[in-house]
């Protein structure tokens, strides 16, 4: 499907990355709109101060939902699509399933649990912002790049969850600037690991289409002895 190829992952991260910036952050500069709107304030705008800080956020959530997201439908789509146009019938591999789904309960559980508040210890709080990595590197090693957006996306809720609840990578700083600093901090691990698990979903199809040529070849030499 499109995005699992070094050739299509490249251009998709600089387009996620750049176009929110450019759309969002150009749009208020341009039709001089002071604040994003801001749902827990009473006049619906974010204050004068939180301007700026909160166009970012904007912007770079929605960075972050089009890295995670997309690859996902992209990816359902290519299965759905296989599933009922293919004439074969839908084999499920029951044991790939389940590690899937005991994968994503993994990471669930340490992404709750690496950005729950602690106050008390800050050193640790940063500590554990690390933790859900073994667990998306693991999701880029068996499932490729779909597991790996999909592992990002139960991260980034979690990540979502933490800061709502004030778990900051910093106590002292700004709630704002706590939220970019996850944020940036989020991109900058989550983009290397897209493009590992492109590369990787590249070479199993190049070893899959290898294999299947030799396969062909083999067919074809030993017809030709029978002949």
Known sequence: ??????????????????????????????FRIDAPLDPTNADGLASSTMAWISWLI??????????TIVPIGLASHAALTS??????????????????VVLAAAVTLVSAAAFTPLPRYPIAQVILLFAP???VLYAALRFGLAGVAFALL???????????????PFPASKPGTGIVVYQLAFLTIAVPFLVL?????????????????????????VSGHAF
């Open 1 to 30: 499907w499109g995005l699992a190829a070094l050739r299509s992952i490249g251009p998709f991260t600089v387009i996620a990355l750049g176009a929110p910036l450019i759309a969002l952050l150009g749009s208020a500069v341009l």
């Open 133 to 135: 990595i073994p667990l």
């Open 197 to 221: 698990a492109a590369a990787l979903d590249e070479r199993r199809r190049a070893s899959a289409q290898t294999v299947a040529a030799e396969a062909r070849y083999a067919l074809a030499t």
């Open 154 to 168: 139960i991260t980034a809720c979690g990540v979502a969850r933490g800061a709502l609840h004030g778990a900051l």
């Open 83 to 100: 599933t009922f146009a293919g004439e074969s019938p839908v084999v499920v591999r029951w044991p790939r399933a389940l590690e899937a």
């Open 58 to 67: 904007a912007a770079l959530g929605t960075t972050i939902a089009y890295l």
